[in-house]
């Protein structure tokens, strides 16, 4: 049990590193995981020897190292997927003149791995490898909207972070929009994970009929009309089915 333990923290002090907190110290990371200063500078001086981490000369914080490169490198070969799916996303893109992602479903979270950016001057932009729980936003509900109920129930139970005003964190009335979701097989929202942009969103499945990711529109609210949405719905649907067809040949 103490083993487990002792993984589990090491676990969570990985997941501490994101694209918005890049660099931690010790003593950072032992007050963010309430967990002692002596195990938490145990484990990333074992990173360190194994190259999952490095320490800055002058700051003494840890960034993560480049022992990950070589698992991004894996990953990528795996994902190459990604390089099939991504000129119908353009496609969509020029048609919506909105941005594309590529959302793929990871434990709780939805990952973005490919993008389609909008030729807009003005436009939504995320990073690849973004990671948003499953009940927030467009890209990641259509997803979680065809799930089992009790995978609904266990992501619900660990607790849903308010991210703007629009954010639904009352489990009942989520649960209704998810059947919703599900009954239409389309999600939208607006300024529910980021103020002021829609999200315009449809599931994708692998062979087996099992939700696996889902394919977004997003941009600035003011921009989108009753029209625009239903015609750019459209239009995903559209590129959906391709997508579709690409994803069953992997999974």
């Not at 960034?63 to 353009?90: A, C, H, N, V, W």
């Not at 009790?150 to 639904?168: F, N, P, S, V, W």
Request: one cysteine or more; aromatic letters at 8%.
């Amino acid at each position: 049990m103490m083993m487990l333990k002792t993984l589990d923290n090491a676990i969570q002090v990985l997941n501490c590193f994101t694209a918005q907190k890049k660099a931690w110290g010790v003593r950072e990371l032992a007050r963010e995981l309430d967990v002692s200063h002596t195990a938490v500078n145990r484990i990333v001086k074992t990173y360190e020897r194994n190259g999952f981490l490095t320490q800055d000369a002058e700051t003494k914080k840890y960034q993560l190292g480049l022992k990950f490169i070589e698992f991004s490198q894996i990953i990528r070969e795996r994902m190459s997927i990604t390089e099939d799916i991504l000129p119908i996303m353009e496609k969509i893109a020029a048609k919506t003149k909105e941005s594309i992602f590529l959302t793929w479903k990871e434990n709780n979270d939805g990952v973005t791995l490919a993008i389609a950016e909008s030729e807009e001057r003005i436009k939504f932009s995320v990073s690849i490898g973004t990671r948003t729980p499953l009940y927030v936003g467009a890209s990641c509900k259509v997803i979680m909207a065809f799930l089992p109920e009790e995978e609904q129930l266990a992501i619900i139970d660990q607790g849903l972070t308010r991210y703007t005003e629009k954010t639904t964190t009352d489990k009942i009335a989520l649960l209704n929009e998810l059947k919703e979701i599900k009954e239409r097989k389309w999600c939208y929202t607006h300024g529910e994970y980021t103020d002021q942009v829609f999200g315009l969103a449809v599931p994708l499945f692998n062979k087996h009929q099992q939700v696996i990711a889902s394919i977004t529109a997003a941009g600035p609210q003011y921009r989108l009309t009753h029209k625009s949405k239903e015609d750019m719905l459209d239009i995903i649907k559209e590129g959906a089915r391709e997508i579709q067809q690409i994803i069953y040949n992997f999974f």
